[in-house]
C-alpha cells in the first residue's frame, strides 16, 4: 500500500473505531456522486469488507443528475466492479427550480438528494449511509453557521437517526481534503466535476477560502481548529 493509500487507509480506521461509525453486521450504503471524496470513501469501504476486524458489507448508489458527463455512471461501475462493490444508478433529474429557470439553492439541492439516499436505503435494507465529507468540509460548516446562524454546529462524525430510519455516518471526517487529493491523483481515477451552473455562487466556496486565509495552508492550524470543537472551555465563554 502506497503512502497516500496508507494514511486514508489509517484515518478512516481510527474514524471508525474513535466514533463507533461501523457496528458488527452493518449494511452500509455509499452515497457516491462521482467527486473525488466519494471515489475515495468507496475505495476504502470496498477493501474494508474484506478482512476488517468489524465484519460489514457496503454498496454505493449514484443519482444522476444531469449536470455531468452522462457516460460517467457506466465507467463509476466498472470500476466500483474492479474494487467488489455493487454500484446503484438512480436517475435525479436537477432541482425543479433549474426545470423552472430559477437558480436552486445548493442547500435545497443537497436536502433533495439527501430525502433520496435516505429512501434507497431503507428500501434496501440499509442501517448505516456514508457520505465523503472530510474535516475540511466541517470546519466550513462551522464557519457558516457561526456566521449566518449565530451557533456553534458542524457537521459530526455520525448523525443518529430515529429507529427504522438508517444513521448518516462520515467516515472521511478525520481527513484533510488535501490527503484526499493526493489518494486520487496517485490513483488516477477518473472524477466527476460538477457542471451545475451555479455552482460558483454557492456560499460554501465563499467559507473554502475563509477557511483556507485562517490556515494559511497550514495542515497543523486545521487541525487544531478541529481539535477545539472537542475541546471547548466554557468558563472563558459568554
Known amino acids: 500500500m502506497r503512502a497516500a493509500e496508507r494514511e486514508v487507509d489509517k484515518r478512516i480506521t481510527r474514524a471508525i473505531m474513535e466514533y463507533g461509525l461501523i457496528a458488527p453486521g452493518d449494511r452500509v450504503l455509499i452515497a457516491l456522486s462521482g467527486g473525488k471524496d466519494s471515489l475515495a470513501l468507496a475505495w476504502n469501504l470496498a477493501r474494508k469488507t474484506r478482512g476488517f476486524p468489524i465484519p460489514f458489507t457496503a454498496e454505493a448508489v449514484h443519482l444522476v443528475t444531469g449536470f455531468a458527463d452522462s457516460q460517467q455512471p457506466e465507467s463509476l461501475k466498472e470500476?466500483?466492479?474492479?474494487?467488489?462493490?455493487?454500484?446503484?444508478?438512480?436517475?435525479?433529474?436537477?432541482?425543479?427550480?433549474?426545470?423552472?429557470?430559477?437558480?436552486?439553492?445548493?442547500?435545497?439541492?443537497?436536502?433533495?438528494?439527501?430525502?433520496?439516499?435516505?429512501?434507497?436505503?431503507?428500501?434496501?435494507?440499509?442501517?448505516?449511509?456514508?457520505?465523503?465529507?472530510?474535516?475540511?468540509?466541517?470546519?466550513?460548516?462551522?464557519?457558516?453557521?457561526?456566521?449566518?446562524?449565530?451557533?456553534?454546529?458542524?457537521?459530526?462524525?455520525?448523525?443518529?437517526?430515529p429507529e427504522g430510519t438508517p444513521s448518516i455516518i462520515r467516515p472521511l471526517i478525520l481527513l484533510q481534503e488535501s490527503a484526499v487529493i493526493r489518494l486520487v491523483e496517485k490513483a488516477g481515477w477518473p472524477v466527476e466535476r460538477c457542471e451545475c451552473p451555479w455552482a460558483g455562487d454557492s456560499r460554501r466556496t465563499e467559507f473554502s477560502a475563509l477557511l483556507k486565509e485562517l490556515t494559511g495552508g497550514s495542515p497543523r492550524r486545521m487541525l487544531n481548529l478541529w481539535k477545539s470543537l472537542s475541546n471547548i472551555k466554557t468558563d472563558f465563554l459568554p
Request: glycine residues 8%; charged residues 25%; proline residues 7%.
Open 79 to 161: 470500476l466500483l466492479k474492479s474494487w467488489g462493490m455493487n454500484l446503484r444508478i438512480i436517475s435525479h433529474p436537477a432541482a425543479k427550480e433549474a426545470e423552472e429557470g430559477r437558480p436552486p439553492s445548493c442547500y435545497g439541492c443537497a436536502r433533495d438528494r439527501r430525502r433520496i439516499l435516505l429512501e434507497e436505503a431503507v428500501e434496501g435494507g440499509f442501517n448505516k449511509v456514508a457520505l465523503g465529507h472530510h474535516m475540511d468540509d466541517s470546519l466550513i460548516t462551522l464557519l457558516m453557521n457561526m456566521s449566518w446562524n449565530a451557533e456553534l454546529a458542524a457537521m459530526p462524525p455520525m448523525l443518529p437517526a
